[in-house]
């Protein structure tokens, strides 16, 4: 089975940093009219998304033959995301954190990943306001600006102990309400940083133990979940069955380690969770 080697993985990581460079920096910070709106209730979009979209979207079947997922694209026309089941595809989401983006704070990001059979087998998270590339292979590793990452466990999987995130904007209120009368079990819980290509940089560098979010799109978690395996972390839905890009579900939880992940699980939620789908 052919797949991505080092020369791709150098190869996209360059052309993520273009777009970067090319579409989405200039702009931050420095909007002008007309260049941010909704595309949804909640749901910004900017013309930097659109066009660091459009220049990836352009140039990376180039790379490596597969059709390209993109968020923007996707919001357009949602049948675009049946390619996430077949054989190859790309998934992009050109800026992670569009309302970070928007707003002038750092927390945003630059995601590719490579699907093979529905799986990722290659990501990239670059993140420009802090200078660093995040990339992973399947079963090759992670790493962040060519240092190999392996997130060791925490010491102690004792909620009490352990310091995570909840991402809690699109929350059912009946699932909020788990999480508010539950968050004081922990030594942390915070809002979370509303980017998921931030937030798994600071779960594989020990910046936090766990990450819990409630809307599982492909373009958020392709390339983190990937990163995060190959850290030594575990990514699962609340009921414990892996995270698939291709697979419409919600809630899933990440964490550093299996023993936190469960320890996270249950003192958050309370346990196995039934399957919820949906979330795209």
Same mark, same amino acid.
């Given at each position: 089975?052919?797949?991505?080697? &080092? &020369?791709?993985?150098?190869?996209?990581? &360059?052309?993520?940093?273009?777009?970067?460079?090319?579409?989405?920096?200039?702009?931050?910070?420095?909007?002008?009219?007309?260049?941010? =709106?909704?595309?949804?209730?909640?749901?910004?979009? !900017?013309?930097?998304?659109?066009?660091?979209?459009?220049?990836?979207?352009?140039?990376?079947?180039?790379?490596?033959?597969?059709?390209?997922?993109?968020?923007?694209?996707?919001?357009?026309?949602?049948?675009?995301?049946?390619? %996430?089941?077949?054989?190859?595809?790309? @998934? *992009?989401?050109?800026?992670?954190?569009?309302?970070?983006?928007?707003?002038?704070?750092?927390?945003?990001?630059?995601?590719?990943?490579?699907?093979?059979?529905?799986?990722?087998?290659?990501?990239?998270? =670059?993140?420009?306001? *802090?200078?660093?590339?995040?990339?992973?292979?399947?079963?090759?590793?992670?790493?962040?600006?060519?240092?190999?990452?392996?997130?060791?466990?925490? @010491?102690?999987?004792?909620?009490?102990?352990?310091?995570?995130? *909840?991402?809690?904007? @699109?929350?059912?209120?009946?699932?909020?309400?788990?999480?508010?009368?539950?968050?004081?079990?922990?030594?942390?819980?915070?809002?979370?940083?509303? #980017?998921?290509?931030?937030?798994?940089?600071?779960?594989?560098?020990?910046?936090?133990?766990?990450?819990?979010?409630?809307?599982? %799109?492909?373009? &958020?978690?392709?390339?983190?979940? %990937?990163?995060?395996?190959?850290?030594? #972390?575990?990514?699962?839905?609340?009921?414990?069955?892996?995270?698939?890009?291709?697979?419409?579900? !919600?809630? %899933?939880?990440?964490?550093?380690?299996?023993?936190?992940? !469960?320890?996270?699980?249950?003192?958050?939620?309370?346990?196995?969770?039934?399957?919820?789908?949906?979330?795209?």
């Amino acid at each position: 089975m052919p797949g991505p080697g &080092d &020369d791709l993985m150098q190869r996209v990581g &360059d052309l993520v940093r273009e777009a970067s460079e090319a579409c989405v920096e200039p702009r931050f910070g420095r909007l002008g009219a007309g260049e941010s =709106w909704d595309k949804a209730p909640g749901e910004a979009v !900017t013309v930097a998304d659109e066009e660091a979209e459009r220049m990836l979207a352009g140039s990376l079947p180039a790379y490596f033959a597969a059709p390209v997922v993109g968020e923007e694209g996707c919001s357009r026309d949602p049948g675009l995301m049946d390619a %996430l089941a077949g054989e190859w595809a790309w @998934v *992009v989401d050109p800026v992670d954190g569009t309302a970070n983006f928007a707003a002038g704070r750092p927390d945003w990001a630059v995601m590719v990943a490579l699907l093979h059979a529905g799986s990722p087998v290659a990501g990239w998270i =670059w993140r420009p306001t *802090v200078g660093h590339m995040y990339s992973a292979q399947a079963g090759a590793g992670a790493w962040r600006d060519g240092l190999r990452l392996r997130r060791r466990p925490p @010491v102690s999987a004792d909620p009490a102990d352990l310091r995570g995130a *909840v991402l809690t904007r @699109v929350l059912p209120p009946e699932r909020l309400a788990v999480v508010d009368a539950n968050r004081g079990r922990f030594a942390e819980v915070t809002a979370g940083r509303y #980017c998921a290509g931030a937030e798994y940089p600071a779960l594989v560098e020990g910046e936090q133990d766990f990450v819990s979010f409630w809307r599982a %799109l492909p373009w &958020d978690h392709a390339a983190g979940t %990937l990163l995060a395996g190959e850290a030594g #972390c575990q990514a699962l839905h609340l009921d414990g069955t892996p995270y698939r890009p291709a697979v419409r579900r !919600t809630g %899933l939880l990440v964490a550093a380690g299996e023993a936190a992940w !469960t320890a996270a699980r249950d003192a958050l939620w309370g346990g196995p969770q039934p399957p919820a789908d949906g979330g795209h």
